[in-house]
């Protein structure tokens, strides 16, 4: 099966689902796809379970592929993430991400400083300096390189499998908010600080000090996103009933 159709047929699926397209209800036959993306079954077949593995639709026999409600979706899917960010409802998914960032990275922040293994908190020290010469050059795509890697490492040497896991989240978000055009070309210079002071921090071991410098970072992103997700409602899961 080519790579390249499979892929293709998940993210024309996927991003019409995400945007409301193709609304929560809408069913859709095997066979129709198949002619609309000049595909094979196979491709459908294998496409639509991806997106059901992201609960995005499920397949009913002798009815078709149904789109599922949003609070069915997957929302810690990295595809799902980046889907979202495409389309309308990016501040809102923005605003998700940031609130769980600033939970998160703050405590990964104190625990790396407590158990990361010295080879980590060496590299992040290198990684923060890197960011701060990237980001005074204007090179956007490094920058962006090294804090996808600076975050990474932080949740990493957390030693907390759990927080680890959340590196593909924090990806999409740095990743959509420069394809987005909402990082400025040159970083505030307080934020590269910031990043150097936790790195510094862990190097040292200082718990406390590692929390609260990532915790500026994280009220900073929000100040700074705030307005992109003025006015959008927030999502409501429903409890299911035990």
Do not use: Y
């Not at 069913?27 to 993306?37: K, Q």
């Not at 889907?83 to 922040?109: C, D, H, N, Y």
């Amino acid at each position: 099966m080519s790579t390249s159709l499979h892929h293709r047929a998940v993210e024309h699926l996927g991003t019409r689902i995400v945007a409301g397209t193709l609304p929560t209800g809408h069913v859709m036959l095997a066979e129709h796809l198949e002619d609309e993306l000049k595909v094979s079954r196979s491709v459908i077949r294998e496409a639509v379970r991806v997106l059901q593995s992201l609960g995005l639709v499920e397949t009913i026999k002798r009815v078709g592929i149904r789109v599922l409600p949003a609070h069915r979706w997957n929302p810690f899917d990295p595809l799902v993430i980046r889907w979202r960010l495409a389309g309308e409802g990016r501040g809102a998914q923005l605003r998700s991400l940031a609130e769980l960032r600033s939970a998160v990275e703050p405590a990964a922040a104190e625990l790396a400083a407590a158990n990361a293994p010295e080879a980590l908190r060496k590299e992040l020290v290198e990684i923060s300096l890197a960011m701060r010469d990237a980001g005074e050059a204007g090179d956007v795509p490094r920058f962006l390189e090294l804090d996808i890697r600076f975050h990474a490492l932080v949740l990493c040497g957390s030693g907390n499998e759990m927080f680890a896991n959340l590196i593909g989240q924090v990806t999409e978000t740095l990743t959509g908010r420069t394809a987005h055009g909402l990082m400025p070309e040159h970083p505030q210079k307080d934020a590269l600080q910031w990043h150097m002071d936790v790195a510094h921090a862990i190097e040292a071991g200082n718990g406390a000090e590692a929390r609260e410098a990532a915790g500026r970072i994280m009220r900073e992103a929000i100040s700074d996103l705030a307005p992109s997700w003025h006015g959008q409602p927030r999502v409501f899961v429903p409890v299911e009933r035990r």
